[in-house]
T-cell receptor, first 115, second 114 residues
Framework: SAVISQKPSRDICQRGTSLTIQCQVD?????MFWYRQQPGQSLTLIAT?????????ESGFVIDKFPISRPNLTFSTLTVSNMSPEDSSIYLC????????????FGPGTRLTVL | GQQLNQSPQSMFIQEGEDVSMNCTSS?????WLWYKQDPGEGPVLLIA?????ELTSNGRLTAQFGITRKDSFLNISASIPSDVGIYFC??????????????FGKGTLLTVNP
């Protein structure tokens, strides 16, 4: 497994602003993922972030709204841009360890409330 | 795309009772994963299944990978109050998707009355 931390753990933001969420892993991993979990819902994959290449976004998510950085094998950021109340969710990063078999390990999440 | 149907949506049980929940898929899965999410936390991996027919235990938890590769169940025996949470099934499919993208079920909310 891997130990994953996220910052901030929670935030309350104003409409129209942007928030950058950080994800730090205690070991080097190739595959990192960002998910959104809307209130009372399941997890939805936003994008896959691989070091050294552009993030791959899922249908319904675009780079302008959710820019992602992956500067090295232990760190990634997700920015939620030009926020609206509909962006209020928990944002989770996850990793697949190099020796894994498709299992992913999750960070504690960032609870975002947009007013 | 792939869809996972997870049931039941919620369960209210008494402490000490056994619990069973299941997931079915519209397509074949090559891995089944079961997660638990506590309030305010990220999902924690409970059990991973890799082969059709595989039956795996983790303490009071038992999960099986269905023979058809389109279903899985999770059993919790002798439930305790700390079993409260949301349980998710998940898996990367084979058809129609890459082998690392997880699809999640909608979750089963478990409440245990002491």
């Amino acid at each position: 497994s891997a130990v994953i931390s996220q910052k901030p753990s929670r935030d309350i933001c104003q409409r129209g602003t942007s928030l950058t969420i950080q994800c730090q892993v205690d070991s080097q991993v190739t595959m990192m993922f960002w998910y959104r979990q809307q209130p009372g819902q399941s997890l939805t994959l936003i994008a896959t972030a691989n070091q050294g290449s552009e993030a791959t976004y899922e249908s319904g998510f675009v780079i302008d709204k959710f820019p992602i950085s992956r500067p090295n094998l232990t760190f990634s950021t997700l920015t939620v841009s030009n926020m609206s109340p509909e962006d209020s969710s928990i944002y989770l990063c996850s990793v697949e360890p190099p020796d894994g078999h498709n299992e992913q390990f999750f960070g504690p999440g960032t609870r975002l409330t947009v007013l | 795309g792939q869809q996972l149907n997870q049931s039941p949506q919620s369960m209210f049980i008494q402490e000490g009772e056994d619990v069973s929940m299941n997931c079915t898929s519209s397509s074949i899965f090559n891995t089944w994963l079961w997660y638990k999410q506590d309030p305010g936390e990220g999902p924690v991996l409970l059990i991973a299944l890799y082969k059709a027919g595989e039956l795996t235990s983790n303490g009071r938890l038992t999960a099986q990978f269905g023979i058809t590769r389109k279903d899985s169940f999770l059993n919790i025996s002798a439930s305790i109050p700390s079993d409260v949470g949301i349980y998710f099934c998940a898996g990367p499919g084979i058809s129609g998707g890459s082998n690392y993208k997880l699809t999640f079920g909608k979750g089963t909310l478990l409440t245990v009355n002491p």
